[in-house]
């Protein structure tokens, strides 16, 4: 069985920086993209950003300039470095993995980060 499991959130303050790290197990195939999204209290799901297999990224405007997505491939392993956070990047961020040829999403349980002003 296929699990994702985020670590790295917590409680910064405005203008400080966290790396959130997702590692899968259950999986012997590379993930085809790996990413990463948040969700917000009363918000939807959003994305934040991708990265493929073989290094192309995708990042959302909120946080484009201010996070970098990179990825172990041989380990399906995933990390978000967040930067200049603040108060609105407040969220649980969950970590995607997608693999093409069974069509499937894969979802981990999510990581609170929480950002005081």
């Known amino acids: 069985q296929v699990q994702l499991v985020e670590s790295g959130g917590g409680l910064v303050q405005a203008g400080e920086s966290l790396r959130l790290s997702c590692a899968a197990s259950g999986m012997i195939l590379a993930f085809d993209i790996m990413g990463w999204y948040r969700q917000a209290p009363g918000k939807q799901r959003e994305l934040v950003a991708t990265i493929t297999r073989g290094g192309i990224t995708n990042y959302a405007d909120s946080l484009k300039g201010r996070s970098t997505i990179s990825r172990d491939g041989a380990k399906n392993t995933v990390y978000l470095q967040m930067n200049n956070l603040n108060p609105e990047d407040a969220a649980v961020y969950y970590c995607?993995?997608?693999?093409?040829?069974?069509?499937?999403?894969?979802w981990g349980q999510g990581t609170q980060v929480t950002v005081s002003s």
């Open positions: 995607y993995a997608y693999l093409t040829r069974s069509h499937t999403n894969y």
